[in-house]
């Protein structure tokens, strides 16, 4: 079975705090990659960016000085028509998912928000746990925060065996 792991499609990310027009622009090419898994039945698992009203307070929120993602607010939400049914919703601290390697992948693709934060940081996760699994980005359904960042994250993930499509 092939897995789709949605990263960080939530309002805040879209059209939100740190929006960007390049994340409202890959909406639709998302919801097309959604909606192929699961009509052919595969696993779909989202990840949410999940921050407490202290976030400001944190390592990352000194870092990034701009509230989202605040456990319970709108920008939380996974953006409007994205969730499908029978679907999964991890919700993460941080950048990355340490949580991976407690289940089993037979293949990965990943997609999201943002290339150069999450979205890179999940992917060498998955790969360090998981040495021997295809994993690929579709590099159309990712934006970064800029477009140069986004496209130095592709060039890192290709550089650790992952496919960027």
Not at 106 to 130: K, Q, W
């Amino acid at each position: 079975m092939k897995t789709l792991i949605v990263i960080d499609m939530q309002r805040d990310f879209i059209d939100g705090s740190l929006g960007t027009k390049e994340a409202v622009a890959i909406v639709d090419s998302v919801k097309k990659k959604i909606k192929e898994y699961e009509e052919n039945g595969d696993e779909i698992i989202f990840t949410r960016d999940t921050h407490q009203t202290n976030y400001l307070e944190t390592y990352e929120g000194k870092k990034l000085p701009v509230e989202h993602c605040i456990e319970g607010t709108d920008g939380w939400q996974i953006f409007d028509g994205l969730i499908t049914e029978g679907a999964k919703i991890i919700d993460k601290p941080t950048f990355g998912y340490t949580g991976w390697n407690k289940r089993s992948f037979e293949e990965i693709e990943i997609v999201g928000l943002c290339t150069d934060i999450c979205v890179v940081s999940n992917a060498l996760i998955l790969r360090a746990y998981f040495p021997e699994t295809k994993i690929s980005v579709q590099s159309s359904c990712c934006a970064g925060v800029t477009p140069k960042t986004h496209n130095a994250a592709l060039e890192v993930m290709k550089m650790c065996q992952i496919d960027v499509k």
